[in-house]
Every structure is written in structure tokens, then in C-alpha cells.
């Protein structure tokens, strides 16, 4: 289990949450039985900084807690409308964040080759598709590139 | 030329959307060399990011959404060469009467009318093909849309796409084109009006995220970083301002503008648009085909700042909006294919700020008072009611709204203590700076708003013209 952003032991963590998450109902496979969090730096990329390490830090802070504590916190996640202000936000963004984690990595279906992508894809009978080819060759990408005035190491060409 | 500029350009135009695109296209053909610098990443169509968790991460800022100071609300803003165009899909339309008669009200500006703007709309329609869906392509999702309207008593017609060659009789889905659309159907900038652009000689550099513009006698300078890391500066004569509400307004906020600007970062007004889900007994498969193919098009709807429309989400995306988690949730995801679904769209009435933290980073009040909630619970008390009346057996709402459509922080007026763009589309008391996107929309529209930002471009383009002229 590997991430340039997340320790092990983080990435655990997102798992423990996954599970809670997504804990599977015999035909959609529990979270952490997937493997999917391997692929978190695909989003974690991607995310502001100050986004990055508050997960970080969530992650730390909750990583010698129960599970049942963690149930909890996310059960007071659902329940932002009854807070005002800014502790209502702070919930509401905890749980989105932690929803957003979970059920991109789940619901997307990237490559995987354990299968449990296609296993998920099957689950929900998802068969979105393009079918067809453009009739065109495309010829934006010579266009595009002749119109940089830089070389990609910022040099004038 | 100062040492560290890299070059120097009669025009540069910042940000490449639907306003930076019109104008370069303009510009150019006029045979002015103008340079664009777009923050994002040119993805080319067989290199649209896939699959989902991909394309939210990398052609939206944020990593996909970046939530208000409630947390309510998530704006949602396109970084990538065509902005948010890449994503949309494509609905055009001719803001009316009732629309102008706010933004003249807002802004004290008396070309805001349906007679004067006209013309603008006539140049810019050529650009994309723009047809409603034929009625053979409507899918159960739009019937029971529809079907709902009337029993409510309320107009719905198909909506004006930018689109053609769809072959949605072939197999295609429009939702697979979310993430950009691979067969160049969608009419997203890059393929249509940047194209145009680009062969009339534009220069572009993606990738380049200005971060500061400095006003010297007789030029401006814009710094930033190429490929996240290589810091350089551009010069010009006249800049355009062409990176939406959020960019434009963190740009000027962040380069000192304020004290020449009071308004700045003010009068910001987005579309909240809360997804509402039924679930029904039979197969709906509102993924297949085309989709968002009707909105409500009713005056009572549209002067209490509502709109709907039959829009859809893909597997991840439902799943984030759709409220709740666990085995419940599991329970909704299987029936993927049996779910419905009408958006609502508020318009907000009351503006909010954007301003920037001690890290530069954005804080977005979008403004949201009472009364917007208020609509919020109405509108989603009507489309329950379209959903159960269709049939449906559960409904939802989404646990956020999203807002793809925002508006203001750099509003026009004619007075510079209220607003910070003039009718001839300067910033007061900068001649040589413009804006034409919807940063500069005195108000909300409660309709979508590609159409009127091409047109409104194109006339800040003749303008720019003739000053250069």
C-alpha cells in the first residue's frame, strides 16, 4: 500500500472509513476488500494542499479509535443541519470530503486488476458508453502545439 | 523590454472559456497577435481524462469542487484549455427581457436590452451548431419530466444544444462526455471557437497560472508559472480578463486591485442546483442517450428565480449526492438504472463576496439568505411532486448543491464605487484592462449562460478594436 501523499497507516485509516462507507451487501464487494485506496493518488493529486493535510491529520487523529467511534463521528457528519455556523460546515465538509474519498474511488471503476471494479460496474448495471469514432482525424492537437510559443522546459522557441 | 519578460504582445487574454475563445477569435481575424494563457492542461479528445474519479480531479479546480464558507454549496469550475466548456452541455440561451430588466436595474447600463443584444447573439450563433434533441431521442427520464410539468401545470420545452452527430441511435450516452467529449460532437470551445482562433495565428501556452498583473506606464505584465514551477512574465498592451468569477476576481484581489476597485470580490451570485432523485419500479436508464434534454421554460417558475431541468449523474457523482452511506446506500446504487432524476436551479437574488484568505487561498460566501432556501424547499417540494406523480416510489435530494454557474466579483456598472467593469467593458479607471465573461454579469439569470457570454464578448471585442484602431 503505497501513496506519495498518505502513510500506510493513513491509507488504513481511509480503509476503516471506506468499510463504513461502503461495507458491501454480497453483491458490492466491502471497500477495503477492493484494494481501490491503492489508487487514492489519483485524486490526492489533485486536491488543495490545506485539503490534503487535514486529511492527514483526520487520519492520524482517528487512527487509535475504535471503529464504533469512528461510526459515530461519521453519524454526526449526517446530522450538519442541526449545527449552525461553522461547526455545521466543518461536518458538512468532513463528511463530503470523506463520502468524495470513497465513492470516486469505488463508483469509477478505474483499471483494477483484481476485478472488483468490473464486479462494482456489474453490481450497479452500468453500461454508459461511446460507441462510435469521430468521422474527422483530429487536427487540434498539431494546432494546439504549433501555437506554443515555449518549449515544454519554458524555453522560447 | 525588461530582461525577465519573456515577450511582449499587443493582446493577452487570460483564461480560455467561452470569453477568452470569442475574442482571441475576433481579435485575430482582425489580424491582432494576441497571446492566451490558460492555467489548464490541453487534453486532446482521445486523451479526456477517464474514468470519472479522473476527470473531477484534473479539468476542475479544487480536485473537482470547491465549497462555500457553508459547505453547502459546491462551485464547480473548468481548468483545462476550453474551461468549463469542456464539461457542460452546451445549453444555449437568448437572455430575455426579465433578465436585462435586473441587470439594467443592478447596473445602470441601457444596452442591456433584448433589441441591443440581439445582434450579438446573431454573430455568435454561427459558431456552434446549435439544434434542440429530436423528440425520437428522449429518454424516460425526459418523459417523466415531462409528464410532470404538465401535471403541474407548468411549460417545459427542449432546451437550444450546442451539439450535432450526437448518433445516440448508434449507442452513444452523453454522459460518457462529461469529461470532454471524444467525438467532437459537444460544442466545446476547442473544437469550435478556439479552433477558429488558433488558426488565425493565436498563440496559446497552457499550463501557465498567472498569478500577479502590474500596471506600468504604457504596459501591463503578467507573472505566473508555466508547468506549475517555471516562474515567467508576459507584456502587453490591453489585457483581457477571461477567467470566470473566481479566477478573474482571485487575480485582481492577489495583484492589489482593491483599493482602485472597491467593489471587487463583491456582488457574486451563483445557481444553486439541487439534484432530486426518485426511485421507480420499472427501468428508467436515464444515463442512456442524450440527456438534460428539457428545462422548464414557464415565467411563474422563472420570476421566483426556479428552474428545472432533466439532467443526470454518473455512477461516482450520484453516489456523492446522493445522501447517506452504507447498506442503504449500497441498496439506491443497484438500482442505478431505475432512478429519475429533475434538477433545480435557484437563482440567487442576493449577493455574496469572494475574498482571499492570509494564504491567498479563496473564501466564497455565495450569499445565500432565507429567501434563497425557502425557493430551495419549494422547488424541491414541486419536483417531488413531478417524480411521485410519475410514479415514483422514494425520492431524494441531494445532500449539496452544485453551482457550475456563477456570476459577478467583477460586475459591470457605470458607477466605479458599485462595480468594477464600465460599459465600454474596462475596469474603471484602467482603459487597457477589459472584461466580458460572467465575472462581469451585474447579476444572477437563473439561465445558462454560454450563450450570452459569447455574445457579450463579441461586443467587447469590437470595442477593443476600435480602441486599437
Known sequence: MTSKYFTPAQLQVFNRIGDIIAPGDGVLPRFSETGLIHQIDRMAAYIPAQDAAGLRLLADTLRFMPDLAIRLLLKITTLNRYFPGPVGANLRKLNLGLKGIVFNLYYSFPDDPSGFSLRIREGISWDGAIRTRPAEPDDLPALVEAANPLNRDGSAR | ?469
Open chain 2, 1 to 469: 523590454m525588461s530582461p525577465d519578460i519573456q515577450a511582449n504582445y499587443p493582446v493577452i487574454i487570460i483564461g480560455s472559456g467561452p470569453s477568452g475563445s470569442a475574442i482571441a477569435s475576433e481579435l485575430t481575424r482582425a489580424g491582432v497577435r494576441c497571446l492566451m494563457l490558460e492555467a489548464g492542461k490541453y487534453y486532446p479528445r482521445h486523451l479526456f481524462p477517464r474514468p470519472e474519479i479522473d476527470y473531477y480531479s484534473q479539468i476542475y479546480w479544487g480536485g473537482g469542487i470547491e465549497l462555500d464558507t457553508t459547505a453547502r454549496n459546491g462551485i464547480m469550475r473548468g481548468k483545462a484549455v476550453g474551461g468549463g466548456t469542456l464539461a457542460y452541455q452546451g445549453i444555449m440561451y437568448r437572455f430575455d427581457e426579465f433578465v436585462y430588466q435586473s441587470w439594467r436595474d443592478l447596473s445602470g447600463i441601457s444596452y442591456f436590452t433584448e433589441e441591443d443584444m440581439q445582434p450579438w447573439y446573431d454573430r455568435a450563433e454561427p459558431l456552434l451548431h446549435m439544434a434542440p434533441v429530436d423528440e425520437r431521442y428522449r429518454n424516460e427520464c425526459s418523459r417523466i419530466f415531462l409528464e410532470g410539468h404538465r401535471k403541474l401545470g407548468y411549460q417545459a420545452k427542449p432546451e437550444l444544444r450546442a451539439q450535432h452527430n450526437c448518433q445516440w441511435d448508434r449507442g452513444n450516452d452523453c454522459i460518457m462526455c462529461l469529461g470532454g467529449c471524444p467525438l467532437d460532437s459537444k460544442g466545446s470551445m476547442p473544437h469550435t471557437v478556439l479552433k477558429r482562433a488558433l488558426r488565425q495565428g493565436l498563440h496559446l501556452i497552457p499550463e501557465f497560472e498567472v498569478d500577479q498583473v502590474e500596471v506600468k506606464a504604457g504596459s501591463i505584465i503578467c507573472r505566473g508559472r508555466y508547468r506549475r514551477d517555471r516562474r515567467m512574465s508576459f507584456s502587453c498592451r490591453r489585457l483581457v480578463l477571461a477567467a470566470a468569477p473566481l479566477g478573474n476576481t482571485r487575480l485582481l484581489l492577489k495583484s492589489g486591485f482593491r483599493d482602485r476597485l472597491p467593489a471587487l470580490g463583491k456582488n457574486f451570485y451563483i445557481h444553486a442546483q439541487w439534484f432530486h432523485f426518485g426511485l421507480f419500479d420499472q427501468e428508467i436508464n436515464a444515463h442512456k442517450g442524450p440527456f438534460q434534454v428539457y428545462g422548464s421554460q414557464d415565467m411563474r417558475l422563472r420570476r421566483k428565480g426556479i428552474k428545472f431541468e432533466n439532467t443526470f449523474a454518473p455512477p461516482a457523482g450520484l453516489a456523492w449526492l446522493y445522501p447517506g452511506y452504507g447498506r442503504r446506500h449500497h441498496a439506491f446504487m443497484r438500482r442505478y438504472r431505475y432512478v429519475s432524476c429533475i434538477e433545480s436551479s435557484i437563482r440567487s437574488f442576493h449577493p455574496g463576496t469572494i475574498r482571499l484568505d492570509r494564504n491567498d487561498n479563496l473564501v466564497i460566501d455565495c450569499g445565500l439568505t432565507g429567501d434563497e432556501y425557502r425557493r430551495t424547499r419549494e422547488a424541491r417540494n414541486m419536483a417531488y411532486q413531478m417524480l411521485c406523480s410519475a410514479g415514483a416510489r422514494e425520492v431524494a435530494t441531494s445532500c449539496f448543491s452544485i453551482c457550475p454557474h456563477h456570476f459577478g466579483g467583477v460586475n459591470m456598472g457605470v458607477d466605479g464605487g458599485r462595480s468594477c467593469v464600465d460599459p465600454e467593458f474596462h475596469l474603471h479607471g484602467f482603459r487597457d484592462i477589459y472584461c466580458a465573461d460572467s465575472s462581469a454579469f451585474p447579476g444572477a439569470t437563473g439561465l445558462n449562460p454560454v450563450f450570452t457570454i459569447l455574445a457579450l464578448s463579441i461586443k467587447a471585442s469590437q470595442q477593443i478594436l476600435k480602441e486599437m484602431a
